[in-house]
């Protein structure tokens, strides 16, 4: 009875190479985020989904992809992984993008890009 | 710019308080929210303050002042589990959340 899943847990993987991030809820919420974690812990906001529809795209290189195939399933696509890269990415849903919505996160995916 | 100021660690002693402050500086403000990440997991909500004041859920507590761009967050009698980062998030006018980098609550017994 997960409320926000992600797979896989643990992606090592090397440079160059492309991989995807999976991301379901079954809250029932509208808006799915993907958020990006470094090392020094400051929490990124990369995308987020209002409805399947697109509604923040920041400042994110073109290798990085979101899909939305509905509103529970929000997939991260990454091209020509690099370095960089690594990460912990999580996924958050909530209900929607009102003030006091909180926002509920997945257990996150480990990226290390060799 | 946007921004979001905490301290980087703090340490404390099981059964005492402590209060960690989070001062922000962001386009509009539609709530501030405090989260709990413990090392390796992924963020839990603790709080939401949109008005003036304090609110408070059992061993924690939250206070917001708009006019000063302020808030702190409250531990009381302190666990060994309470040993954690607490993030603060301010929504800002296009309702996006902006995070600060959290600080790292060391708890020692």
């Known amino acids: 009875d997960t409320a926000v899943s992600q797979t896989p847990k643990y992606l090592v993987t090397q440079m160059g190479n492309d991989k995807s991030i999976k991301c379901e809820q079954n809250?029932?919420?509208?808006?799915m985020y993907w958020y990006k974690q470094d090392s020094k812990k400051f929490l990124k906001i990369m995308f987020s989904?209002?409805?399947?529809?697109?509604?923040i795209n920041e400042t994110v290189p073109n290798r990085f992809s979101p899909k939305s195939p509905d509103k529970a399933h929000l997939n991260l696509h990454i091209n020509s992984l690099e370095l960089g890269d690594s990460a912990v990415y999580f996924c958050?849903?909530?209900?929607?993008?009102?003030?006091?919505?909180?926002?509920?996160f997945g257990p996150g995916t480990r990226l290390l890009v060799l | 710019g946007q921004n979001i100021d905490q301290p980087t660690e703090m340490t404390a002693t099981e059964g005492a308080i402590v209060q960690i402050n989070c001062t922000y500086q962001?386009?509009?403000?539609?709530?501030l929210f405090w989260y709990q990440q413990h090392a390796g997991e992924a963020p839990t909500f603790l709080s939401y303050?949109?008005l003036d004041g304090l609110e408070e859920k059992g061993r924690f507590s939250s206070f917001l002042s708009r006019s000063k761009g302020y808030s702190y967050l409250l531990l009381k009698e302190l666990q060994m589990k309470d040993s954690a980062s607490y993030l603060c998030a301010v929504k800002d006018s296009n309702y996006q959340l902006i995070w600060g980098a959290g600080t790292k609550l060391i708890i020692k017994p």
């Open positions: 958050a849903s909530s209900l929607g993008t009102g003030g006091s919505e909180t926002q509920y």
């Open positions: 303050n949109v």
């Open positions: 809250l029932g919420h509208d808006t």
């Open positions: 962001t386009s509009g403000f539609n709530g």
């Open positions: 989904y209002n409805n399947k529809e697109l509604i």
